[in-house]
């Protein structure tokens, strides 16, 4: 099977589970015909993910190929935007037909979950590598940045953080749960989570006229937070004991013999969560809850905007976000 026969028996097929809308001519030419939503902006964001790097070579092809557009759709996610079009570009190191229908299996049912539409991209021979181009949309004017937070602001986060550093210890170190515990339900939530993030469009879309800086968790709370500070030239006030924690981390038994002090530091610079971190004025509280209701979501304040340029706990203590660096 060649490349062209891969696109036509493959990613043709999976460009059929969207429903985005305005695609006047997709797959199949050389360029995709598009027409964006009235009065609308565009939001367009790319990742690209590389085996050993942005996923174990272990896993499974079914969750390479749904974690690949998860990752995108969350970038959509903290902006407040809607989904609509993606194009794919893929390095496959053979033709490995039961693989590349697995990736796109996977990457099927959040097309199906989320409405977004394949409209082009390309396939070569390689080392694996995904890159991933997402467009949305948002009502002009509307989409969340990083750069509104204001002094007085409350910090949010949403769901729970630590499942991608539990999932990716799980992995690394093929940890098993202590007989008779619990804690082997936990793992098995943290690694579901890690592999198949669910990105918050929804919330995304609720927070527009709520929040005024948004951003999503890729690279960990405390760095990711910090890119917003430095956006607004803010700092913040984190109470770190009011940060959610996943069952995984607070069970205590994956990393080793750590205090919990240290065991949520990890979990606060690790990356992968893909919940969303904003902030929003004292007065929305109210408003921020009733969101949480609606949308079936927790959403915690961990604390707030101040003067400055750093992260600091309410003793004063500097909080340093190190998260995941490429380079």
């Not at 006030?237 to 069952?247: A, G, I, K, W």
């Amino acid at each position: 099977m060649n490349e062209f026969e891969l696109i036509q028996a493959y990613f043709s097929t999976l460009a059929s589970k969207g429903v985005g809308k305005g695609v006047e001519l997709g797959i199949g030419d050389d360029c995709a015909i598009l027409t964006p939503p009235a009065n609308s902006q565009l939001v367009v964001s790319t990742d690209t993910l590389i085996a050993g790097v942005h996923f174990p070579d272990s896993t499974s092809a079914f969750d390479i190929g749904f974690k690949s557009l998860a990752v995108n759709l969350s970038d959509l996610a903290a902006m407040g935007a809607s989904p609509l079009w993606f194009t794919l570009c893929i390095t496959l190191p053979d033709r490995n037909t039961q693989w590349v229908e697995g990736f796109c299996n996977g990457m099927a049912e959040l097309i199906q979950q989320t409405g977004i539409q394949l409209v082009g991209g390309d396939t070569t021979k390689g080392p694996l590598s995904i890159s991933i181009h997402v467009t949305g949309a948002v009502p002009v004017g509307e989409a969340l940045t990083r750069h509104g937070a204001c002094v007085g602001d409350d910090v949010y986060v949403s769901g729970v953080i630590g499942h991608g550093a539990a999932g990716l210890e799980m992995v690394l170190s093929d940890f098993e749960a202590p007989d008779g515990s619990r804690f082997d339900e936990y793992l098995l939530d943290a690694l579901q989570r890690f592999n198949r993030p669910q990105p918050r469009l929804a919330l995304g879309q609720a927070l527009r006229g709520i929040a005024t800086s948004c951003i999503d968790i890729s690279d960990g709370l405390l760095a990711d937070l910090q890119h917003v500070l430095s956006a607004s030239e803010v700092g913040a006030r984190l109470v770190l004991e009011s940060v959610p924690l996943s069952d995984a981390v607070m069970a205590g038994c994956l990393f080793g013999d750590k205090s919990e002090r240290e065991n949520r530091l990890l979990a606060c610079n690790a990356g992968d969560d893909y919940e969303l971190c904003f902030t929003a004025p004292e007065n929305k509280r109210e408003s921020v809850d009733a969101l949480a209701a609606e949308q079936i979501v927790t959403l915690t304040r961990i604390g707030s905007v101040v003067e400055g340029a750093s992260i600091v706990e309410k003793g004063g203590e500097e909080l340093v976000g190190l998260g995941y660096q490429h380079f």
